[in-house]
């Protein structure tokens, strides 16, 4: 008994200076390296960057485009005034030479004064026309008076003058012809007999240039001739 407790001491003695043996002899194991974690210091140092550049991006804002306004023709252009049109024939808007002296119409009629009035109020060549054959007629028959014979040549040289404009109204008017205008000849009549002999002759051919006839056996040719005659 004695034996097996002696030989147990001696295995736990051994047992023990083994351990202690192998304990120091054992490396120290290192520690392991720990794992680099950012601090809180260094993650702000290193969000601190980032954040400054991407606080431009945000903070900065798109300017606002400037879009010019487009220019349509009302804002671009005052506005036009309107031009009313005349609903009155291209030949009536032509202006009619005002007579450079306008006879005294005391000694008229009234119904000539009356037509004078009407003449003066339009612009229509085939109105003017009907007016002044009316006037003259009405003038060359009462012409020994001198205040109607200086309105009768008055008119009448108007008459002249303005025929020209008359003329294809006048023909269109009576079937592709011209009637018979008793102006042209009473005319060159009454200055026949005041001697302006060549003022005379002049309305004979314009009266031929119009292709017009006074219904004679000779004519305005005739009529010419007839007045060289006298004033030779």
């Known amino acids: 008994m004695e034996y097996?407790?002696?030989?147990?001491l001696v295995a736990a003695g051994f047992l023990f200076f083994r351990s202690s043996v192998l304990g120091k002899q054992k490396p120290e194991s290192k520690p392991a390296p720990e794992e680099t974690?950012?601090?809180a210091e260094a993650s702000e140092t290193v969000s601190a960057p980032v954040a400054e550049k991407s606080a431009p991006a945000t903070a900065k804002k798109k300017a606002p485009v400037k879009t010019s306004p487009v220019k349509t023709g009302r804002e671009s252009?005052?506005?036009?005034?309107?031009?009313?049109?005349?609903?009155?024939?291209a030949v009536a808007k032509e202006k009619v030479a005002a007579p450079t002296v306008t006879p005294q119409t005391g000694a008229l009629p009234e119904p000539v004064v009356a037509q004078i009035d009407a003449l003066q109020?339009?612009?229509d060549p085939l109105s003017r026309h009907r007016l002044y054959v009316q006037i003259t007629?009405?003038?060359y028959k009462d012409r020994k008076t001198a205040d109607v014979r200086e309105a009768f040549k008055h008119y009448a040289e108007q008459h002249v003058n303005e025929f020209k404009k008359i003329k294809p109204l006048l023909k269109k008017q009576n079937g592709g012809k011209l009637p018979q205008v008793l102006t042209f000849?009473?005319?060159?009549?009454?200055?026949?007999?005041?001697?302006q002999y060549d003022k005379a002759i002049a309305v004979c051919e314009e009266a031929l240039a119009h292709g017009l006839d006074d219904k004679t056996r000779t004519g305005f040719k005739g009529r010419i001739e007839r007045i060289q005659a006298k004033a030779s």
């Open 4 to 8: 097996i407790i002696i030989i147990a």
């Open 37 to 39: 974690k950012p601090t």
């Open 77 to 89: 252009a005052p506005a036009a005034k309107v031009k009313t049109e005349s609903k009155e024939p």
């Open 121 to 123: 109020g339009t612009q």
């Open 137 to 139: 007629d009405a003038t």
């Open 185 to 195: 000849q009473n005319y060159a009549n009454v200055l026949m007999e005041d001697g």
